[in-house]
């Protein structure tokens, strides 16, 4: 074999190892395209999956909507069978439903909600609960669905017989609230040092039951079913403060607040809201 035939094989099989190289890098970056690394605009589901992200902090794909509460505030949420029922657990049902999206309701304590919201472990937070300013500065607020009024309950033996007894010059009665409520919320600035904290309503109604407190201040609502089922109190005609009940969502989340604003207003136009609150709080 002649040297000219020895560099002609030689170059054909140089040519030919470069063709295989080339090859294999297009497929690897034909897969790498198609969407076998690349994560752009998409969020990781628990089981390793990616779904489209639709910009409102949600999936495009996901199905689940995860409401916050506390689910000892009848007639806005209480457990019934087991199951969490009330005003919020149904309108936020209603909801749910014009989003297409199933509701998922995770109880917990009253002032763990907002926190919850905030680190994104669920969607919003539905509690029977008050817009304050000081609420404001952590979460948005949707527009109300339900008008509260905080109640005041004694012993039906109690001096106090006025929500002005609470301030009266040398007033030194004890008030029990639940922690943050706006009960809890606006008795301690009102009446700083006279406010005891309970993580529930039934607890705070214990205690003044007991004797550790003298009144209970707590949306009237619930104060109705505290007080039908602990012979010995009742609620004072006057009351402490009205409020607005509204949905908190994430500060980041503006998308979901759109979303929810409009629902609720479909929902209150279509008399869908006050359907829900008439079944509940009868007149």
């Given at each position: 074999?002649?040297?000219n035939?020895?560099?002609?094989?030689?170059m054909?099989?140089?040519?030919?190892?470069?063709?295989?190289?080339?090859?294999?890098?297009?497929?690897?970056?034909?897969f790498?395209?198609?969407?076998?690394?690349?994560?752009?605009?998409?969020?990781?589901t628990?089981?390793?999956?990616?779904?489209?992200n639709?910009?409102?902090?949600?999936?495009?794909?996901?199905?689940?909507?995860?409401?916050?509460?506390?689910?000892y505030?009848?007639?806005?949420?209480?457990?019934?069978?087991?199951?969490?029922?009330g005003?919020?657990?149904?309108?936020?049902?209603?909801?749910?439903?014009?989003?297409?999206m199933?509701?998922?309701i995770?109880d917990?304590?009253?002032?763990?909600?907002?926190?919850?919201?905030?680190?994104?472990?669920?969607?919003?937070?539905?509690?029977?609960m008050?817009?304050?300013?000081?609420?404001l500065?952590?979460?948005?607020?949707?527009?109300?669905?339900?008008?509260?009024?905080?109640?005041?309950?004694?012993?039906?033996?109690?001096?106090?017989?006025?929500?002005k007894?609470?301030?009266?010059?040398?007033?030194?009665?004890?008030?029990g609230?639940?922690?943050?409520?706006?009960?809890?919320?606006?008795?301690?600035?009102?009446?700083?040092?006279?406010?005891?904290?309970?993580?529930t309503?039934?607890?705070?109604?214990?205690?003044?039951?007991?004797?550790?407190?003298?009144?209970?201040?707590?949306?009237?609502?619930?104060?109705?079913?505290?007080?039908?089922?602990?012979?010995?109190?009742?609620?004072?005609e006057?009351?402490y403060?009205?409020?607005?009940?509204?949905i908190?969502?994430?500060?980041?989340?503006?998308a979901?607040?759109d979303?929810?604003?409009?629902?609720?207003?479909?929902l209150?136009?279509?008399g869908?809201?006050?359907?829900?609150?008439?079944?509940?709080?009868k007149?």
């Amino acid at each position: 074999m002649d040297q000219n035939t020895k560099e002609i094989i030689k170059m054909k099989k140089v040519i030919t190892l470069t063709l295989a190289l080339l090859m294999l890098l297009g497929a690897v970056c034909c897969f790498a395209s198609c969407g076998g690394t690349n994560n752009d605009n998409k969020n990781s589901t628990p089981d390793g999956s990616n779904v489209e992200n639709d910009g409102m902090g949600t999936d495009t794909n996901k199905k689940v909507l995860k409401m916050a509460t506390n689910a000892y505030f009848a007639p806005y949420e209480f457990y019934e069978g087991g199951k969490i029922v009330g005003i919020d657990a149904e309108i936020a049902m209603a909801i749910a439903d014009k989003l297409g999206m199933e509701l998922v309701i995770e109880d917990m304590a009253f002032d763990s909600i907002l926190t919850a919201v905030q680190n994104g472990s669920v969607d919003f937070g539905m509690a029977g609960m008050t817009v304050t300013n000081d609420r404001l500065e952590e979460v948005n607020f949707t527009i109300s669905y339900a008008k509260g009024v905080q109640a005041i309950i004694v012993k039906e033996d109690s001096a106090i017989t006025d929500v002005k007894d609470l301030s009266a010059d040398g007033a030194t009665y004890k008030i029990g609230v639940q922690l943050g409520t706006t009960g809890d919320i606006y008795t301690s600035g009102d009446f700083e040092g006279r406010v005891t904290q309970y993580t529930t309503g039934n607890e705070a109604v214990a205690a003044l039951l007991k004797g550790d407190v003298d009144c209970v201040i707590i949306d009237n609502e619930p104060a109705k079913a505290y007080v039908k089922n602990n012979a010995g109190t009742k609620i004072l005609e006057t009351t402490y403060t009205d409020e607005d009940y509204a949905i908190c969502v994430s500060k980041e989340n503006e998308a979901l607040l759109d979303k929810l604003n409009e629902a609720i207003a479909d929902l209150i136009e279509d008399g869908t809201v006050k359907t829900i609150v008439d079944k509940y709080i009868k007149e």
